[in-house]
Each structure stands twice: as C-alpha cells, then as structure tokens.
T-cell receptor, first 111, second 116 residues
Framework: DAKTTQPNSMESNEEEPVHLPCNHS???????IHWYRQLPSQGPEYVIH???SNVNNRMASLAIAEDRKSSTLILHRATLRDAAVYYC????????????FGTGTRLTVIP | DTAVSQTPKYLVTQMGNDKSIKCEQN?????MYWYKQDSKKFLKIMFS???????INETVPNRFSPKSPDKAHLNLHINSLELGDSAVYFC???????????????FGSGTQLSVL
C-alpha cells in the first residue's frame, strides 16, 4: 500500500481555517487522494477526494501539489463538530478496494 | 434514516462462541464491505461484496464468513471466537464497483466486539 505521512495531532481555534497536511512522496499516477474523518465512537465519514486538480465541496477543499507528492485538506471555518481524526489515504485503481486507514491526524478545536 | 446501520452496537461474548453482526444499507448501493479497526486504530478491509457476489476476501481466518442475502444486506458470522478477534467492526457501502479508485464509502457506526 502506498504510504502517507500526517502529523499525529493539530489544534485550531473555533471559526478559524485549518490546514491539514499530508505527504505522499511515493504516489503513483493512478492513485486517488482521499480524505475521511472519524468522530469519536463513529464510523469514518467521507470528506473529499481528488486526483490532480484542487477540489472543493460543501465540507472542505483539497489542495494538491503540482507534483502530487503532498496535499492539504482545508476546513474553511473550524467548528467544534469538526473535532475528529482525519485520514489521508491513497487509493490505487487496482480493481480491488485497498483503502488503508493509517493513524491519521487528531484535530482538536478550541472554543 | 440511518444510511448504513449495523447491529448490535456492542457485543460481549466468551471465547469459543459463535456470533453474528448484521448490516443493512438503504442507499441503494451495489457494493458492501466489512472493515476491522484494531486496538491501534488501524482500519483494514476484510471483505467486499458487489450485488451479492464476493469481490474481495483479504487474509482473514476462515472462521469469519460473510453472507449477503441481497445487495442491501451484508452480515458477518464469526465462529469459535478468539481473544484476538476483539475489535470494532465497521460495515460500509459504496455505489460503484470496488477498485475504481474514486468511489466514496459510507460507513456504519461500528460494532464493538469484546471476547472474554
């Protein structure tokens, strides 16, 4: 499985933007970059995904470096409900589901 | 309405017992999955089914047997439970065939299995 590296934890003040980084230097051309988050005692929740171009949806934005070796998940205004573990995952088009969730980044939102 | 629901939420049982976890999705998706989250919080796929057919069977002991009576249900039966089976098990579903790379997964809230 292609590896990703994320900080173990980050803090943000409520209503401020949050930038969650992810390094994936071994990414291949067929790897999609997915982000999921997991709230306490919940299953993972899809956030966003992309291949090469930056992506926006109602939850977040995904900024992908030109060489695709890193990406950043952007929460535009953090709320207390955004406190969760955020997973950056490379998902390869191999004909099999190989989503592997590593340890992720635990985001703490400070009121 | 809960999109992916699994029962029970908690399951405490003795070693050697047989137990089942049920999963249902009302999203109309074609693909369902079972994932296991271990004590280190790593989440790994166990099985996936597409339209009731087994697609992925990762290296899982054959004591674990998934059953899909229809595409909206994927149950997990575990025989002869062992201490190491203690974990949180998540059911998930997606619209697309697994392995395209861009499918979105919708997860249930998990079943915490404790084997004593």
């Amino acid at each position: 499985d292609a590896k990703t590296t994320q900080p173990n934890s980050m803090e943000s003040n409520e209503e401020e933007p949050v930038h969650l980084p992810c390094n994936h230097s071994t990414i291949s051309g067929t790897d999609y970059i997915h982000w999921y988050r997991q709230l306490p005692s919940q299953g993972p929740e899809y956030v966003i995904h992309g291949l090469t171009s930056n992506v926006n949806n109602r939850m977040a934005s995904l900024a992908i470096a030109e060489d695709r070796k890193s990406s950043t998940l952007i929460l535009h205004r953090a709320t207390l409900r955004d406190a969760a573990v955020y997973y950056c995952i490379l998902y390869r088009q191999t004909g099999a589901n190989n989503l592997f969730f590593g340890t992720g980044t635990r985001l703490t939102v400070i009121p | 309405d809960t999109a992916v629901s699994q029962t029970p939420k908690y399951l405490v049982t003795q070693m050697g017992n047989d137990k089942s976890i049920k999963c249902e999705q009302n999203l109309g998706h074609d693909t369902m999955y079972w994932y296991k989250q271990d004590s280190k919080k790593f989440l790994k796929i166990m099985f996936s089914y597409n339209n009731k057919e087994l697609i992925i069977n990762e290296t899982v002991p054959n004591r674990f047997s998934p059953k899909s009576p229809d595409k909206a249900h994927l149950n997990l039966h575990i025989n002869s439970l062992e201490l190491g089976d203690s974990a949180v098990y998540f059911c998930a579903s997606s619209q697309d065939y697994p392995g395209l790379g861009n499918e979105k997964l919708f997860f249930g809230s998990g079943t915490q299995l404790s084997v004593l």
